[in-house]
């Protein structure tokens, strides 16, 4: 008798797929209407186990195991296989797990500098030909120039600064810092002349210690090292804070 109803599958299933020579699952969508042959096929360029070494298992939504699907022949569509199943390949040709994801046992491509510099294609003969960085000499040139001049600067400043000296420190995008000198010179951290200072409040990032070296001493947090440019010395006495008023 007929039901007047039509059941219609979608000729696509979504399933989810595992193999014992790649640690990994992935989720691929196929046809029904393909033979399990010809999956294995699509299989081997995912998996990488030759398809006539393939065993197939098919397990459910919940992965229970539901069979084997061992006959070439037949149809995807005419297993139990719904969207989200597994499908699990058994690689009988000897593979094993994590062969094909182990770079450890790929040989290195290894080119010397001087191959390197004779290729055409590379991003360092494009660099070169366009003069981009550190390949145009002409900027380069004045970058070197302009650093030069600005470690002259700092190196000029920093003679006119003492260990002692009450200071006013004015770093961009920071607020105005008043202290006291306690370290001029240069240290192990960046290259030029650095000046040490202690604050009048906690506004600093350590105790006069960097990198496991002491410059100078103050209390923690109230110590900090600046470049001799954004340092003023003169008359800046120490607020005094009236607790009363707080």
Not at 9 to 36: A, E, H, M, N, Y
Request: contains cysteine.
């Amino acid at each position: 008798m007929d039901s007047g109803v039509t059941i219609i599958s979608s000729p696509f299933v979504d399933v989810r797929l595992t193999s014992t020579v790649t640690s990994f699952q992935s989720k691929r969508r196929f046809k029904r209407g393909i033979s399990v042959a010809e999956l294995k096929v699509n299989l081997e360029m995912i998996v990488g186990a030759p398809p006539s070494f393939m065993d197939l298992e098919l397990f459910s939504v919940s992965d229970e195991f539901l069979q084997k699907m061992d006959d070439n022949d037949a149809l995807l569509g005419s297993y139990p296989v719904d969207d989200d199943c597994r499908i699990h390949v058994i690689d009988r040709s000897g593979g094993q797990l994590g062969e094909f994801t182990d770079v450890s046992k790929v040989d290195k491509f290894e080119l010397s500098d001087e191959a390197y510099n004779k290729r055409t294609e590379s991003a360092r003969a494009f660099m070169k030909k366009q003069q981009v960085g550190h390949y145009n000499e002409e900027e380069m040139a004045k970058k070197k120039e302009a650093l030069a001049a600005r470690m002259k600067e700092e190196e000029a400043a920093a003679e006119a600064i003492s260990v002692g000296n009450r200071c006013k420190v004015q770093v961009p995008g920071q607020p105005t810092k008043l202290g006291t000198v306690m370290f001029v010179g240069t240290t192990d951290f960046k290259p030029g002349p650095w000046i040490g200072v202690k604050y009048d409040e906690p506004l600093g990032k350590h105790d006069g210690t960097v990198g496991g070296k002491q410059y100078f001493e103050c209390e923690n947090k109230y110590g900090g090292f600046v470049k001799p440019l954004n340092v003023a010395v003169g008359d800046f006495p120490e607020e005094e804070y009236d607790l009363d008023e707080m």
